[in-house]
């Protein structure tokens, strides 16, 4: 059922994945064409928000911090397997894999690659910080329009 909670905790953590991203993009070499990198993170981010955090509201403050620190994990998941999956099709239509399970094989290696690569204060520091954030507003929503 949609509520103001839901609607601010997927605002929210879209604009959160929109600021990540940018701090993602920083660690990549110069030339790397990112696409829509930013665009399906903020969807991701939406997304999450809405299930994650907004469907956990009312549950008093500690959950919100709890559910404020889960969140971002979820989406950084998300978001490394959805852009390892693109960049494995992106590297398959150049026909550089021998088959399927090699290709599929891919998705992890890549994803295991980024994971390392985000792996920095800046980016765990906004993602944790700015999830416990948008829990804590995400509550007073709920508490203000129930």
Known sequence: MPNA???VA?????ILAF????LVMALFEEDTNFGWFVHVNVVLGFFVGWLVI????????VSAVNVGLTAPVVLLFWGIFVQSCN?????AMKNRYDGAFEALVAVFEIGAKW??????????????IGGVIIGFVTELA???WR
């Not at 997927?10 to 879209?14: L, R, Y």
Request: aromatic share 8%.
């Open 142 to 144: 709920w508490r203000r």
């Open 19 to 22: 600021f990540v991203s940018g």
């Open 54 to 61: 907004g469907s956990r509201a009312g549950r008093g403050m």
């Open 5 to 7: 909670a839901k609607l």
């Open 115 to 128: 994971a390392l690569l985000s792996l920095t204060l800046p980016v765990w520091g906004t993602l944790l």
């Open 10 to 14: 997927a605002v929210g953590m879209a």
């Open 87 to 91: 960049e494995m099709v992106r590297i």
